[in-house]
């Protein structure tokens, strides 16, 4: 680009090479060559580091994926989902529609805007991470996602001291204040993540505000970000025949009980 000589589209073969957006496919159960996406470059106080758009859909109607693939991932400010550690760290949250219009980005600022709001977010985490202060007006980010920590082989009352020791006192209170989940003798990782998904939709559905909630139910297309809550079910569909998967009927079921029990009164 005429603009920015560092935005540059990214070839299948080039992202084959970056984990991180291997990740973002795996999650989304999206095929890697229907992705179209981008790249950057940005200078921050961390040396330089890759900037990585994903467009899932009309920028209109879908936000981008923002994903930072250098630098440190600890941040005040990044998306979840939270399963996955290295992908969720990677993405910045710097196209929340909370954010003041002026700091938002919209599809007529184009790829060098939406690059530029990236930048800046990524040199913010350098200062807080320095500082401890978020150097610019922290964006409402409305219902706040739940983090659900899955502790295996710790107790948080035995182990508190150690916890502390190696991640420092703030993380570690935010951790131990959590309502974890503890890894059982003999209980399967697949009981264990199913344990902890659960955990994690009765804890977000009870953040929801009272009144009308507005609910989006997708299975084949990305989520647009447009609504209070949204039920993503492309992965317990065949993405090739649309068929629902064995056993998914009572997943389906089970989540849905699993709102309505929590969800907050009118």
């Excluded at 790249?39 to 879908?62: K, N, Q, Y």
């Excluded at 916890?163 to 003798?185: T, V, W």
Aim: charged share 25%; with cysteine.
């Amino acid at each position: 680009m005429r603009l920015d000589s560092t935005i540059a589209w990214l070839t299948l073969r080039e992202m084959r090479r970056m984990p991180d957006v291997i990740a973002y496919t795996e999650r989304g159960r999206v095929r890697l060559w229907d992705l179209l996406a981008y790249s950057a470059l940005a200078e921050t106080g961390d040396g330089r580091v890759r900037l990585v758009a994903i467009l899932p859909g009309h920028p209109d109607t879908a936000h981008p994926d923002l994903l930072c693939l250098d630098g440190p991932r600890i941040s005040k400010h990044r998306n979840p989902p939270f399963e996955d550690v290295s992908s969720a760290r990677a993405r910045p949250c710097a196209c929340t529609t909370a954010r003041p219009s002026e700091r938002r980005w919209a599809a007529e600022h184009g790829l060098l805007g939406l690059f530029d709001i990236t930048r800046v977010h990524v040199t913010n985490e350098h200062i807080w991470r320095r500082t401890g202060q978020w150097p610019s007006e922290d964006a409402p980010h409305g219902v706040t996602a739940p983090v659900v920590p899955v502790l295996v082989d710790l107790k948080p009352g035995r182990d508190s001291a150690a916890i502390r020791a190696a991640i420092g006192p703030a993380y570690a209170e935010q951790l131990l204040s959590s309502n974890g989940i503890l890894h059982r003798n003999g209980q399967s990782l697949e009981a264990l993540a199913r344990e902890t998904a659960r955990r994690y939709v009765a804890q977000l559905v009870r953040g929801l505000p009272g009144g009308a909630v507005d609910v989006a139910i997708t299975a084949f297309r990305a989520p647009t970000e447009q609504h209070d809550l949204t039920l993503d079910w492309r992965s317990v569909f065949d993405p090739d025949t649309r068929a629902l998967a064995p056993g998914a009927e009572n997943t389906i079921l089970e989540a849905l009980g699993d709102i309505r029990d929590r969800a907050p009164d009118s």
